[in-house]
């Protein structure tokens, strides 16, 4: 067959499934995040909570996890209009504070100050930590 033809035979069904696929897309979208109506507002469903880089080569891919994954990951559910673990305990998000490129001269105290809050949070709360590199690359 000769590129012509095949571009005729193919191009229907393209254009009739795109339209298709796009809206799966989309309502697999909408069902995540209405899965978790009770998610903070400033938190989306597509928030990126870790961002790892796991190749150190040119193509510098990168493993994200978002909140919505996170939460499936915990089995969470919206109970009483609070998101809650499998366990039952209060979910709560930590925007961490800890990256800088050229870090402030009280860096130390910061540190310090955020370790201590995220460990009163773990006493009550199951706690979804936010990176604060969404990226996930090295800044150098």
């Not at 095949?6 to 696929?21: F, H, K, R, S, T």
């Not at 150190?56 to 493993?63: E, G, L, M």
């Not at 009280?106 to 009163?120: P, Q, W």
Request: glycine share 4%; aromatic share 6%.
């Amino acid at each position: 067959m000769t590129m012509k033809v095949c571009l005729y035979l193919l191009l229907p069904i393209w254009l009739l499934a795109g339209p298709q696929i796009h809206s799966a897309q989309a309502q697999s979208k909408r069902a995540g995040s209405a899965k978790y109506v009770c998610l903070p507002p400033d938190i989306p469903a597509e928030t990126v909570v870790e961002a790892k880089q796991i190749s150190a080569t040119a193509d510098r891919r990168v493993k994200i996890e978002t909140a919505a994954l996170r939460l499936n990951k915990m089995n969470a559910r919206c109970k009483a209009g609070k998101l809650r673990d499998h366990k039952g305990r209060e979910i709560r998000f930590y925007r961490l504070q800890s990256c800088w490129g050229n870090p402030p001269a009280d860096y130390l105290a910061v540190l310090d100050a955020e370790r201590k809050e995220l460990a009163d949070l773990k006493k009550k709360f199951a706690v979804v930590e936010i990176t604060c590199n969404p990226s996930g690359l090295a800044p150098f």
